[in-house]
């Protein structure tokens, strides 16, 4: 059995040149994110299996990694060495059972979920198809420019409340979102350009660790796949 540590997922920005991803990701890593997802929309699969790789090398262990949307990307990163944990999977991509199936029980696996709908076929699933629920947006961000209308707090709190399963807050999350997020009953946070676009991403890391653990509990959030 696996247990991750859901509370601070970084999630990477492909407007930054790789050669400075890599060394964000090593940064934020030290700081202390529990869950690093790779997230490339705009690059081959045979880029994205390379970065993913390349990150998995960098990661070392210290925190999951896992990529957004291509399950294919994770099986032949997988073929090739690498440790990859898992997937993040949208409303559009392979279905999550197909993922489950086809990585295994202890793979870490998330699911876009954002209305009552999306829940409900959550809830339609076989247990533990999913690990954790990513629940957003929480505000207006620059790095999803088609993103669902803002839930803000209590939108979340709304969602969250209502499926049993981890809720990962995303989009437009500081540190100042740490403590009304986590009582809302967020399971863990997601960032992006806190994180990546912080001049010292170790730092911004470990301020959203710390900002988290203050906020309610020294215990983090693990989920057991």
């Not at 696996?2 to 400075?20: C, I, N, Q, W």
């Not at 294919?72 to 690498?82: M, N, P, S």
């Not at 699933?125 to 669902?148: E, F, N, Q, S, W």
């Amino acid at each position: 059995m696996t247990v991750h540590d859901l509370s601070l997922h970084l999630v990477t920005d492909e407007r930054l040149p790789f050669e400075r991803l890599v060394g964000v990701v090593d940064a934020a890593a030290a700081g202390g994110v529990g869950v690093v997802q790779l997230r490339a929309k705009h690059v081959s699969a045979r880029e994205l299996i390379a970065q993913a790789v390349a990150l998995s090398a960098v990661v070392g262990g210290r925190a999951a990694l896992i990529v957004d949307d291509r399950l294919d990307v994770v099986l032949a990163a997988r073929d090739a060495g690498a440790c990859v944990d898992g997937v993040h999977l949208g409303q559009s991509d392979v279905p999550p059972e197909t993922a489950r199936r086809l990585l295994g029980a202890q793979a870490l696996i998330g699911w876009t979920a954002n209305t009552p709908a999306h829940l409900a076929s959550a809830a339609a699933m076989p247990m533990r198809t999913l690990d954790y629920i990513g629940v957003g947006v929480i505000r207006p961000t620059a790095t999803k420019a088609d993103h669902p209308e803002p839930l803000g707090y209590d939108g979340f709190a709304a969602l969250a409340s209502a499926t049993p399963l981890p809720c990962v807050a995303i989009g437009g999350v500081g540190v100042a979102d740490a403590a009304p997020l986590r009582s809302a009953g967020a399971a863990g946070l997601a960032v992006v350009s806190a994180v990546c676009g912080a001049a010292d991403p170790e730092a911004a890391a470990r301020a959203f660790r710390s900002a988290w653990t203050d906020a309610g509990h020294s215990a983090v959030s693990p989920v057991s796949v």
